[in-house]
């Protein structure tokens, strides 16, 4: 994503800031003006627990040129428990243990170094919930 755009979409990013449908409870993120369910302008904001589930991933394999240390790596279609989704690379698993129904956390990390002049962009990575049995 170019800096600009990037640099411009940090708050609403970096809190998960999304916008809830008072007419029928759709959540969108990012934030909406109109709900994409029921075209309702009636929109309230909201802020996302860091928490969800996958609901679909896949692993790539041959990446962009800026993530070919990271590969092979899986990206997932994360829902939280608002009902928003959204995509994030998921982290400290390997790529082939990431299913449908894993808990992850949405934790805050740097995402890439763009260009020569080495911008730091940073977002949430899915990371998963380790429960620790007594």
């Known amino acids: 994503m170019p800096s600009p755009r990037y640099t411009r979409d940090i708050p609403a990013r970096y809190r998960l800031d999304a916008a809830r449908c008072s007419a029928c409870g759709h959540v969108a993120l990012p934030r909406r003006t109109i709900c994409s369910g029921c075209r309702s302008q009636d929109m309230e904001p909201v802020r996302l627990t860091r928490r969800g589930t996958v609901v679909t991933s896949t692993v790539i394999h041959v990446p962009p040129d800026e993530f070919t240390t990271e590969a092979p ?48 962009c940073y977002g949430h990575k899915g990371v998963p919930v380790r429960r620790h049995e007594a």
Request: hydrophobic content about 45%.
């Open 73 to 120: 790596y899986a990206m997932a279609i994360i829902e939280t428990p608002e009902g928003a989704r959204l995509m994030a690379q998921v982290v400290d698993c390997q790529a082939e243990e990431v299913v449908p129904g894993m808990e992850l956390s949405l934790e805050f990390r740097r995402i890439r170094r763009e260009g020569h002049g080495g911008i730091l």
